[in-house]
């Protein structure tokens, strides 16, 4: 049963990097899962931590959130902030006994098409071994 | 001059205090919890006439609405202003000063070492007026007092921060024969330090409330553990928030969670038949109305670093969910990711809006 598990893992990526790193890894053919679910923003901090956590209650597997590295945000300071939404997000889920570990940051640059594949296969190695998100089980959720 | 010792009661000390400020027109109003001698009913009194004090309850153990809230729409003061409020109060006002909702100029704040104050349950009883001298007893003696709030039992902030003038109550036994007033600030001491008695160089010294401190820690500690749910994870949650009728109660009460129009009462959040559908073909069964877990681990996110655990959220639920604990304890937790005191400080920017270039890089 759990071979067969794929995950589904919602992967909100900047369209700056990560998004253009995706679509690198995919023109340089390199293979990645198809369990990664692609959806663009324009930038990482635009991604209120509360949606994560919203893709986390509604049954994602894994939560996944891409930009740019500190430092070469397009917008000069964003990911700095997603940065620390994302420690409060994690805080939230650690206090609580909940799994953070489904929730993951990810630095990737536009050119670092080889990163996003290793992270997309890593990623969903990682929850497989996790097993399916408990909440899609949670009638009382 | 740093202090004012008056040879009377700290209540009835803060209402001569007022009533100083009225009469010389130091101020131009205050703002001060009240009680209705007629139907024993606490509110909060925006006062302008000396005679309107009479009824004023300045520093009994009651929060009907947090005054920090209250403050934002009487400011910024054109003309001068003193507001009583507690210790949670102040800083929930500065956390509200920090989001432009409020302004602290032409506002004296007069804050005390506040001994917490009791669920609303007990306040609308029918003995509550007996169960106040006993309070003041056991608050003057350094005691944490049963029956009073959990956030307030668990409280280590009780005395006030940057508060203009300082009521010494909680911790002091003193307090029930005379009534020491600390001038903490400038604006303190030209309008206060016409009030006469008994003047000193003294300044508040919160030695005095270390037993209190420790008192509180225990309990926080007690509280916290007790909080622990016996499910893991999602089971947790679910035991703890399950219970949720989504009333958003809490949300209005919340002195920091001032959005006119909540994020989880928008259209962001209003699903159609489309959603459900879906929802349901995943899951089998859904629990109506939706999203009553996700509101509350969502308002953690946005503003438990902010929290100042005045307890209001748990005294307004309906069906007794601890809301203020879970708050409290989480933002403990996300406060402490920056460091961060609510309220302490209101050159201190919201953790949210400043970064460092070079934190939390096992994030990333």
């Avoid at chain 1, 071979?3 to 390199?30: H, M, N, V």
């Avoid at chain 1, 609580?96 to 290793?118: D, H, M, N, T, V």
């Avoid at chain 2, 009377?8 to 009240?34: D, H, I, Q």
């Avoid at chain 2, 809490?250 to 259209?267: K, N, Q």
Wanted: some cysteine; overall charge negative.
């Amino acid at each position: 049963m759990d071979k067969e598990f794929t995950p589904r893992i919602a992967a909100i990526l900047c369209q700056w990097c990560s998004y253009t790193g995706a679509d690198l890894a995919g023109t340089s053919r390199l293979q990645y899962p198809t369990s990664i679910i692609a959806m663009k923003v324009m930038c990482s901090s635009r991604v209120d931590p509360v949606l994560l956590l919203k893709a986390y209650l509604s049954g994602s597997d894994g939560v996944l959130l891409g930009g740019c590295h500190p430092g070469d945000c397009h917008y000069e300071v964003g990911n700095y902030h997603t940065r620390r939404r994302f420690a409060i997000l994690k805080a939230v889920f650690d206090t609580l006994g909940l799994e953070s570990a489904r929730l993951k940051l990810s630095w990737i640059s536009a050119s670092e098409g080889p990163k996003f594949a290793q992270v997309a296969n890593d990623y969903t190695e990682e929850i497989k071994k996790m097993g399916e998100n408990p909440s899609k089980k949670k009638m009382f959720l | 001059m740093s202090s004012i010792n008056l040879d009377m009661s700290a209540p009835e000390g803060v209402v001569a205090l007022l009533k100083y400020l009225l009469s010389s027109g130091k101020v131009t109003a205050v703002l001060v919890p009240r009680r209705n001698p007629d139907t024993g009913a606490y509110d909060i009194g925006l006062i302008a006439d000396e005679a309107g004090l009479d009824s004023a309850a300045p520093v009994d153990p009651v929060m009907l609405a947090n005054t920090g809230q209250i403050l934002s729409s009487l400011t910024p003061a054109k003309r001068s202003l003193a507001v009583v409020l507690k210790p949670c109060e102040l800083r929930a006002f500065v956390e509200r000063v920090k989001r432009e909702q409020g302004a602290l100029e032409n506002v004296l704040t007069i804050s005390y070492t506040c001994g917490g104050v009791f669920p609303l349950e007990k306040v609308i009883g029918e003995s509550f007026a007996d169960v106040i001298p006993n309070y003041f007893k056991r608050v003057g003696s350094g005691e944490v007092v049963d029956g009073t709030r959990d956030t307030c039992r668990a409280c280590e902030h009780f005395v006030p921060m940057n508060a203009d003038v300082t009521i010494s109550i909680a911790a002091d036994a003193g307090s029930s024969s005379g009534c020491r007033i600390y001038l903490n600030t400038d604006q303190a001491r030209e309008l206060v330090g016409g009030l006469e008695g008994k003047q000193s160089d003294d300044e508040f010294d919160p030695a005095v409330t270390l037993k209190l401190a420790a008192g509180r820690k225990a309990e926080k500690e007690k509280l916290f553990k007790s909080l622990a749910p016996t499910g893991d994870g999602l089971d947790g949650v679910i035991e703890v928030f399950g219970k949720c009728v989504g009333c958003h109660g809490c949300g209005r009460v919340c002195p920091i969670c001032y959005c006119l129009l909540c994020d989880f009462e928008s259209r962001s959040f209003d699903y159609d038949l489309p959603y459900f559908e879906k929802e349901l073909a995943g899951k089998g069964a859904l629990r109506l109305p939706p999203d009553t877990i996700f509101f509350h681990l969502g308002r953690m996110i946005h503003m438990s670093f902010s929290c100042v655990g005045c307890g209001l959220c748990s005294d307004v639920c309906p069906v007794g969910i601890p809301v203020a604990s879970m708050f409290k304890k989480v933002g403990e937790h996300t406060a402490a990711l920056f460091d961060y005191v609510a309220g302490r400080d209101v050159e201190e920017k919201l953790p949210v809006m400043v970064f460092k270039e070079e934190e939390f890089s096992e994030l990333g």
